[in-house]
């Protein structure tokens, strides 16, 4: 729900310290490009800037100011934003926060590392394992699971209705593991800083080679939000793929790790403590492809489009290739601008990522973020063409080994 107030900013104050910007539970700390912020969102003081970016102290109105600046301005692919705060206090626990230190924390926060080399060039191993779990997707499944998503009045994170969305997901898994009488299958939750929903993670395969992630988001905005599109077709595109494979009895040489995001309207907060923990943890991580919007169709064009901003060049090629051999459908290639989803939380973090969506950015789905972002505006086949492209990505980059 937006918040509509006169628009206003505080002055960067002239303070050689910035000790005193310490976050409360009520306050944030965001890096945003530039474009994004003019006008200034209400409730917000600049701490630094750069020529295309911004570091940002704000409150929760700030917050949905951003989020309705990132919808407006879609079209012109300037992006989203990362809510830092996270990092940000971890820093000031260990040294003062000069306006020097500042400008530092920003600079890092946006050395986004999008030009990676994968060791090994990718190429096409799988045709017959690939094909046999094409043949295995379905589509009606897909469709159950999206319907049970929308009934949920929202799945804000800061919400019951969230929460709820989160575990339902989570037993999704469980009772699919159980189902095929698959025991190398283990589900967590990862908390989500203020947040009350949590993410999932699930694992497939007791493999502690570095492994392969999909993924999508589980949240909506607060207010009657299905979230048909946004995300409940990335969630339930994501959750077909992990019930193919488990169905499958398929083994691989990699781990698979299915992720559903939480908080990442809020400015990717979700994916942030994701990847924290698996930094933290070392857990080694090959490829991730990201599913944020899989089922508008403009004017039902076939056409499956890739982020090539912000991405990993080789492993989106990747995808382009993977399209053309197993989806057999047009493949193009769009830009989205900074932070405009998850995978750009792998991407800060060093990590080889990828964002296929549904159609060219600012000709996507003109309903999301409102109560009119319902099924009825979606394409079933268009969905399953992304569930095809995540089976094949999981397959070939997993390696099966039965």
């Excluded at 539970?25 to 917000?44: F, R």
């Excluded at 820093?91 to 400008?103: I, R």
């Excluded at 694992?203 to 999508?216: P, R, S």
Aim: hydrophobic fraction near 35%; charged fraction near 20%.
């Amino acid at each position: 729900m937006f918040i509509k107030r006169q628009l206003f900013s505080f002055s960067l104050l002239a303070l050689a310290s910035l000790s005193a910007y310490a976050t409360p539970q009520d306050q944030h700390i965001v890096v945003a490009p530039s474009c994004l912020v003019k006008p200034m969102p209400i409730h917000t003081q600049t701490l630094s800037s750069t020529e295309k970016f911004v570091l940002l102290k704000t409150d929760d109105a700030g917050i949905n100011a951003l989020i309705e600046a990132k919808q407006n301005k879609r079209a012109s692919a300037c992006g989203g934003f990362m809510d830092v705060t996270e990092e940000w206090n971890q820093l000031s626990a260990k040294k003062s926060m000069t306006s020097q230190t500042a400008k530092q924390f920003l600079i890092e926060q946006t050395k986004i590392k999008t030009s990676l080399t994968v060791k090994t060039p990718y190429q096409i191993r799988y045709e017959a394992q690939v094909n046999q779990l094409l043949a295995q997707i379905n589509p009606q499944a897909m469709w159950g699971n999206l319907t049970t998503l929308t009934n949920f009045n929202d799945r804000y994170a800061n919400s019951d209705n969230g929460v709820e969305a989160a575990n339902w997901l989570k037993t999704q898994i469980e009772n699919l593991a159980k189902q095929y009488n698959r025991d190398d299958v283990t589900v967590t939750y990862v908390k989500t800083g203020r947040y009350k929903q949590p993410s999932i993670v699930a694992k497939i395969g007791n493999q502690t080679e570095a492994g392969v992630v999909i993924g999508g988001h589980i949240d909506t905005l607060s207010g009657r939000k299905p979230g048909a599109d946004d995300d409940g077709s990335g969630s339930v595109t994501t959750l077909e793929v992990a019930r193919t494979l488990l169905a499958s009895g398929m083994q691989f040489k990699k781990p698979i790790y299915v992720i559903f995001y939480a908080a990442e309207e809020e400015g990717l907060v979700g994916s942030g403590y994701v990847v924290s923990e698996f930094k933290s943890k070392n857990i080694p991580v090959d490829a991730v492809i990201h599913f944020d919007m899989t089922g508008y169709a403009y004017k039902n064009q076939p056409t499956m489009w890739l982020i090539n901003d912000y991405t990993n060049k080789d492993l989106t090629n990747y995808l382009q290739t993977l399209i053309t051999t197993y989806v057999k459908k047009p493949v193009k290639f769009t830009r989205c601008g900074y932070a405009c989803s998850d995978h750009a939380s792998w991407t800060k973090q060093g990590y080889v990522s990828a964002f296929p969506f549904e159609s060219e950015f600012g000709y996507d789905n003109p309903d999301i973020h409102t109560s009119r972002d319902t099924m009825d505006k979606l394409s079933l086949e268009h969905m399953t063409d992304y569930v095809k492209l995540g089976v094949a990505f999981v397959t070939e980059l997993a390696e099966p080994v039965s």
